[in-house]
């Protein structure tokens, strides 16, 4: 009865693994396949989110209030790190390119952002205002090419 009750367990741990790595995927990133469809049912809602991040830090760094700053940008970390771990690459260069430069941009910008608003650092401020203006532009680019996408 042992041998039985082993086996019977080690067989459901590998219909769950095999489970989970169909649900999951490969690891990854990406996620959804090579189409619009998939990639935008995986993926679309964190998209469309990081977007808006990048143009509620841009209006609230210039605004100088320095709570709702901190936290707009730390905002735009978090998310853009999610996108980075779970929905890169995108299967379209066109929207792959921009996006990974926005993301990129975007947690520069958020460093800076960060270190400014706490040591009420002008320089760093600046520093985040030219990153996140270059990561909206990127992210304005991504956005067109993904309505692009056929």
């Known amino acids: 009865m042992n041998g039985r009750l082993r086996r019977a367990a080690a067989g459901a741990a590998a219909a769950a693994s095999l489970c989970l790595m169909a ?3 490969d690891g ?3 996620g959804g396949g090579d189409t619009k469809a998939g990639w935008q049912e995986d993926h679309g809602d964190l ?3 990081y977007s808006r991040d990048l143009s509620a830090v841009v ?3 210039n605004q100088g209030e320095r709570t709702a700053t901190l936290a707009t940008c730390q905002q735009v970390i978090d998310d853009g790190k999610e996108l980075k771990d779970t ?3 995108v299967p379209n260069p066109a929207v792959d390119g921009p996006l990974r430069t926005a993301i990129e941009k ?3 910008g958020g460093n800076s952002c960060l270190a400014g608003a706490r040591n009420t ?3 760093a401020v600046e520093a985040a205002q030219r990153d996140f203006a270059d990561a909206r532009k990127a992210m304005d680019e991504a956005e067109a090419a993904y ?3 056929t």
């Open 23 to 25: 649900a999951c995927g």
């Open 121 to 123: 650092d002008a320089r």
């Open 147 to 149: 309505k692009a996408w």
């Open 59 to 61: 209006n609230t760094i």
């Open 106 to 108: 975007g947690a520069s």
């Open 47 to 49: 998209f469309d989110a």
């Open 28 to 30: 990854e990133g990406g």
């Open 87 to 89: 929905a890169l690459p």
